[in-house]
Nanobody, 120 residues
Framework: QVRLAESGGGLVQAGGSLRLSCVASGTFESVNLMAWYRQAPGKQRDLVAH???????YYVDSVKGRFTISRDNAKNTVYLQMNSLKPEDTGVYYC??????????????WGQGTQVTVSS
């Protein structure tokens, strides 16, 4: 079983910064894609950024230049550094990880979510 533990959310004023962390633990062979999603109140869960095992990254346009996703493969951890936060960044941030348990089995797991609130 693979589990994710998220941390780092909180309340911050507009223009401030937060850093989210997500650690994958359990029994698995490898971790492939790691990502952060965001769900604003009353809206669907949307992708914010992802990073592959090789380090390739993707960002949604609204966070480019402000957010940085990174990972530590030795620690099975993904980070999201969020700078210049805006009120529209408010929401519950979910960590997403997929990988391999053992050929041919793959896994997909979600974190429990961490609240980020940006006040104006």
């Amino acid at each position: 079983q693979v589990r994710l533990a998220e941390s780092g959310g909180g309340l911050v004023q507009a223009g401030g910064s937060l850093r989210l962390s997500c650690v994958a633990s359990g029994t698995f062979e490898s971790v492939n894609l790691m990502a952060w999603y965001r769900q604003a109140p009353g809206k669907q869960r949307d992708l914010v950024a992802h990073i592959t095992s090789a380090g390739s990254t993707y960002y949604v346009d609204s966070v480019k230049g402000r957010f940085t996703i990174s990972r530590d493969n030795a620690k099975n951890t993904v980070y999201l550094q969020m700078n210049s936060l805006k009120p529209e960044d408010t929401g519950v941030y979910y960590c997403y990880v997929n990988g391999r348990i053992g050929a041919p089995s793959n896994f997909v797991v979600w974190g429990q979510g961490t609240q980020v609130t940006v006040s104006s």
